[in-house]
Nanobody, 123 residues
Framework: QVYLEESGGGSVQAGGSLRLSCTAS???????MGWFRQAAGKGREFVAV????????YYRDAVEGRFTISRNNLNATLYLQMNNLIPEDTAVYYC?????????????????YGPGTQVTVTK
């Protein structure tokens, strides 16, 4: 089983950038990895996913072109570079491990989540 822990959250003004990291212990390089977020009073939603070898990515429309997901399998770390942040990006961000090696944005394929990191974007 893989254990995950996010870092890098914080408060930033609109237009700013943050880089989230997610360190993993356990099997990492075999599985797709994703980022999800949950705003206050709302359900958890998919943000981005990357396949096991890091060659294929997929994003929700609202972050396409602003966010970049990447991974380093040698040090078992997942990243989310977030640029041009807007207030609507405010949420707790979670990294998650998929049960699949390929790209899947199906939330049912993600069974392991980290505790989350807060991202707040102010006007």
């Amino acid at each position: 089983q893989v254990y995950l822990e996010e870092s890098g959250g914080g408060s930033v003004q609109a237009g700013g950038s943050l880089r989230l990291s997610c360190t993993a212990s356990g099997p990492f390089s075999y599985y797709g990895m994703g980022w999800f977020r949950q705003a206050a009073g709302k359900g958890r939603e998919f943000v981005a996913v990357i396949n096991a070898n890091g060659q294929d990515t997929y994003y929700r429309d609202a972050v396409e072109g602003r966010f970049t997901i990447s991974r380093n399998n040698l040090n078992a770390t997942l990243y989310l570079q977030m640029n041009n942040l807007i207030p609507e990006d405010t949420a707790v961000y979670y990294c998650a491990a998929s049960t699949k090696s390929y790209n899947s944005a199906n939330m049912n394929d993600f069974v392991t989540y980290g505790p989350g990191t807060q991202v707040t974007v102010t006007k």
